[in-house]
């Protein structure tokens, strides 16, 4: 089952780096996305080594390498993730100033591990290996105490949303923090008296944990609910689309010339997920040009019968006389306008017409028949 997990987080994170790595290709000078690209890269780079070279043990000592192979980009990974934070609530020089600091302090903790590890007098050494998981566990607990104050900082500047996804992400920031805080001083306890109280550790790891899944939670919360809302939106639009076909069908046929030429003839067009958002566009502008169109017929036909007549009726009606009988110099008169006039109200008002209109046809055709 581990590997299982282990396969997942890699193609996540390699799945990840792609996306932002085109994306960084396109805007080398996005700060933001670069740490974003740095984090993942990183991350990727020490779950890989993990897997590779093994996991190494503070109780058996070893193997001091393995630690520092996948500590090392590990904390990488954590650094760029407070640029991430930094590079997007500060200046661009200011966010350049601190990030060399803390590299700086970065590579300081990588030296610390890498001298320990070359100074260990066997691959397997229990005091060397304390330094490692020190080093390692304070310059990640004040990172991510950095990142929870960075989070916050830019929970204040950002829209609703966001904000409380960054919160919930300092909250986990914050916890993760202090859980490193409390391993480095096991890590010190232990090199001190050869002891360690596996339950305190099995509650700091349960917490870290707890902490590392606020985080995820925190910074995938806003992007999930954008996605949402744009698949919400999509669906409302290619429901409306289709609902407009019987309408805009018995339209185009009798105005032909009206239609929009398509901007892309790909054989993808029909495919992407924006088109979706033009074809529903382009019906709904096509639609009413038709009835700006059929509308002097539809008002002479009105004269002429009851008042109670359906507008879908009058519009059937109108439609099955010859185009060129269409007495189009005559002034036009709106059809199926809302009362509110937004967007979202007239596509359901003609909507609505489309669907009677459908049914007038049902029941013109069988009265024919």
């Known amino acids: ?43 990727l780079i020490g779950r890989i080594l993990r897997d590779v070279v093994g996991d190494a043990s503070l109780v ?18 954590v650094l760029s993730l407070l640029f991430f934070f930094d590079a997007a609530t500060l200046s661009r020089k200011v966010a350049t100033r601190r990030t060399r600091r803390n590299l700086l302090v970065l590579l300081a903790a990588e030296a610390v591990m890498i001298g320990a590890a ?29 990142c ?16 409380l996804g960054l919160r919930v992400a300092a909250v986990g920031f914050a916890l993760t923090a202090v859980t490193s805080g409390i391993f480095a001083a096991i890590d010190v306890e232990y090199w001190l008296t050869g002891t360690l109280f596996m339950n305190i550790i099995a509650v700091n790891g349960t917490l870290s ?22 698949i919400r939106i999509w669906w409302r639009q290619r429901s409306a689309y289709h609902a407009l076909g019987p309408l805009w069908t018995a339209l185009h046929h009798a105005f032909p010339e009206d239609e929009f030429l398509r901007a892309s003839t790909t054989p993808w067009d029909s495919l992407r997920v924006w088109d979706v958002h033009r074809r529903y566009y382009r019906r709904m502008i096509e639609c009413r040009d038709g009835l700006v169109r059929i509308s002097p017929q539809v008002a002479e036909l009105r004269k002429r019968r009851a008042a109670t007549t359906p507008l879908a009726d009058l519009i059937n009606e109108a439609l099955q006389t010859a185009p ?20 979202r109200d007239e596509v359901d008002e003609l909507v ?7 049914r007038s046809q049902l029941t013109s055709a069988g009265r024919t028949s």
């Open 1 to 43: 089952m581990s590997w299982l997990i282990s396969a997942a987080l890699i193609s996540c994170l390699l799945g990840g780096l792609i996306w932002k790595g085109y994306q960084l290709s396109r805007q080398p000078w996005n700060l933001p996305l670069q740490g974003i690209v740095g984090f993942l890269a990183f991350a």
């Open 60 to 77: 058996r000592g070893g193997p001091v390498w393995s630690a520092v192979a996948w500590h090392a980009p590990t904390s990488a990974a």
């Open 118 to 146: 070359a100074l260990a007098p066997a691959p397997m050494s229990v005091p060397h290996m304390s330094v490692i998981y020190f080093a390692a566990n304070t310059f990640m607990g004040c990172a991510l105490a950095a």
């Open 148 to 163: 929870a104050v960075s989070a916050l900082r830019y929970a204040r500047q950002a829209e609703r949303r966001l904000a």
């Open 209 to 230: 944990f707890s902490g590392i899944v606020a985080i995820v939670i925190g910074l995938l919360y806003p992007a999930a609910r954008m996605r949402l809302t744009a």
């Open 324 to 343: 060129a009988d269409h007495p189009e110099q005559r002034r036009a008169i709106p059809l199926a306008i809302p009362e509110v006039n937004s967007p």
């Open 352 to 358: 609505a017409l489309s669907r009677n209109y459908a």
